[in-house]
């Protein structure tokens, strides 16, 4: 029967900011869980695909200009659209690397200048993740890395706030890595929190909801 204690799959959360390689560890993350036996999926927020995400997508590059508080319900109402699915996954057993979730989305839009209470409303009932690991790593390392300022908020001056704002969202249970090291450092580091939490949500933790 649908128990709260049947074994499930973990909902892993990538959070940092801008290049602390977030993509990178994802990828090496999937291809680990899923070589040890573990039904995996790779996702990530924005999900560009779909049509709330398109237009984010124009957003970010550019393309089209839309109000803060606009831009923020879009970034909301693109992890509300996959929320059900992600349930479904979790609970018949697959787990879920996330690439950005709602840290990012208070983060972004609290930096800009909106109120943090307001911009976390939205979140309110969304899935809680089991483990945010937080790449850390400074604003000016990583602007050192390939493909920076591209996009709307790559400025140094932007991720020192997102970064303050981070803090501010941060609790005891996220996991912070220090993403300056070399990428195969992090990836073990990454990969020990990992198997501990798939192995904990297999035993039949609840899933629980944000902000709780
Ligand atoms: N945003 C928002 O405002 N609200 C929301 O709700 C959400 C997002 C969900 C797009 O996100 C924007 O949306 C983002 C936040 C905002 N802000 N901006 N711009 P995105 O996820 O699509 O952004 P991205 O451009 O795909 O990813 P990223 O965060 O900028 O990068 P990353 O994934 O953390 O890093 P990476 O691509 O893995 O690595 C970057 C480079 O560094 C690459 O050349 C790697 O080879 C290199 N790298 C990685 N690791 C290392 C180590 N350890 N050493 C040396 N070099 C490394
Ligand atoms: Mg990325």
């Given at each position: 029967?649908?128990?709260?204690?049947?074994?499930?799959?973990?909902?892993?959360?990538?959070?940092?900011l801008?290049r602390?390689?977030?993509?990178?560890?994802?990828s090496k993350?999937?291809?680990?869980?899923?070589?040890?036996?573990?039904?995996?999926?790779?996702?990530?927020?924005?999900?560009?695909?779909?049509?709330?995400?398109?237009?984010?997508?124009?957003?970010?590059?550019?393309?089209?200009?839309?109000?803060?508080?606009?831009?923020?319900?879009?970034?909301?109402?693109?992890?509300?659209?996959?929320?059900?699915?992600?349930?479904?996954?979790?609970?018949?057993?697959?787990?879920?690397?996330?690439?950005?979730?709602?840290y990012?989305g208070?983060?972004?839009?609290?930096?800009?200048?909106?109120?943090?209470?307001?911009?976390?409303?939205?979140?309110?009932?969304?899935?809680?993740?089991?483990?945010v690991?937080?790449?850390d790593?400074?604003?000016?390392?990583?602007?050192?890395r390939?493909?920076?300022?591209?996009?709307?908020?790559?400025?140094?001056?932007?991720?020192?706030?997102?970064?303050?704002?981070?803090?501010?969202?941060?609790?005891?249970?996220?996991?912070?890595?220090?993403?300056?090291?070399?990428?195969?450092?992090?990836?073990?580091?990454?990969?020990?929190?990992?198997?501990?939490?798939?192995?904990?949500?297999?035993?039949?933790?609840?899933?629980?909801?944000?902000?709780?």
């Amino acid at each position: 029967g649908a128990s709260a204690n049947n074994p499930r799959g973990a909902l892993i959360v990538l959070e940092g900011l801008d290049r602390s390689g977030k993509s990178t560890q994802c990828s090496k993350l999937l291809s680990f869980l899923k070589a040890s036996g573990h039904p995996t999926e790779l996702w990530r927020f924005p999900d560009r695909e779909t049509s709330v995400g398109q237009m984010i997508s124009a957003y970010l590059s550019n393309k089209s200009q839309l109000d803060d508080h606009t831009i923020h319900l879009l970034f909301s109402a693109n992890r509300w659209e996959k929320r059900s699915l992600m349930e479904e996954k979790l609970k018949t057993g697959t787990t879920l690397i996330v690439d950005r979730y709602s840290y990012s989305g208070v983060a972004f839009s609290s930096a800009k200048g909106l109120c943090i209470d307001w911009c976390k409303a939205p979140e309110i009932g969304l899935l809680a993740p089991d483990s945010v690991l937080y790449l850390d790593i400074s604003p000016e390392r990583a602007a050192e890395r390939g493909g920076y300022g591209d996009e709307r908020y790559e400025r140094v001056e932007f991720q020192r706030k997102v970064a303050d704002f981070y803090q501010t969202l941060r609790d005891s249970s996220w996991k912070i890595i220090d993403a300056g090291e070399a990428m195969e450092e992090v990836e073990k580091k990454i990969q020990e929190v990992v198997l501990d939490k798939v192995r904990e949500c297999a035993t039949g933790k609840p899933l629980s909801l944000l902000w709780s």
